[in-house]
């Protein structure tokens, strides 16, 4: 939500520390790295996105579990 002058507020509790790690990821990485450097601009200090989404995590072998 914006708040008074534009700044991004939440009332999560889980996103109230912004040197918490963040793991994004999408299907190919574009949408990730924008919403990565967004996090960034709003302060966040420990954010990363998965490079070529989970399309390539998975071509290179990486695990995915399914809930």
Same mark, same amino acid.
Not at 39 to 61: C, D, H, K, P, Y
């Given at each position: 939500a =914006? $708040?008074?002058g $534009?700044a991004? %507020?939440t009332d999560d509790p889980?996103l109230a520390?912004?040197d918490?790690? =963040?793991? =994004?990821?999408c299907r190919?990485? *574009?949408?990730? !790295? =924008?919403a ?8 966040? %200090?420990?954010?990363?996105?998965l490079a070529g989404g989970? *399309?390539?995590?998975r071509?290179g *072998?990486? !695990?995915?579990?399914m809930?």
């Amino acid at each position: 939500a =914006l $708040g008074d002058g $534009g700044a991004v %507020t939440t009332d999560d509790p889980a996103l109230a520390a912004r040197d918490r790690p =963040l793991v =994004l990821y999408c299907r190919s990485g *574009g949408r990730a !790295a =924008l919403a990565a450097d967004s996090l960034g601009q709003m302060g966040f %200090t420990r954010v990363v996105s998965l490079a070529g989404g989970i *399309g390539a995590w998975r071509e290179g *072998g990486g !695990a995915v579990v399914m809930r």
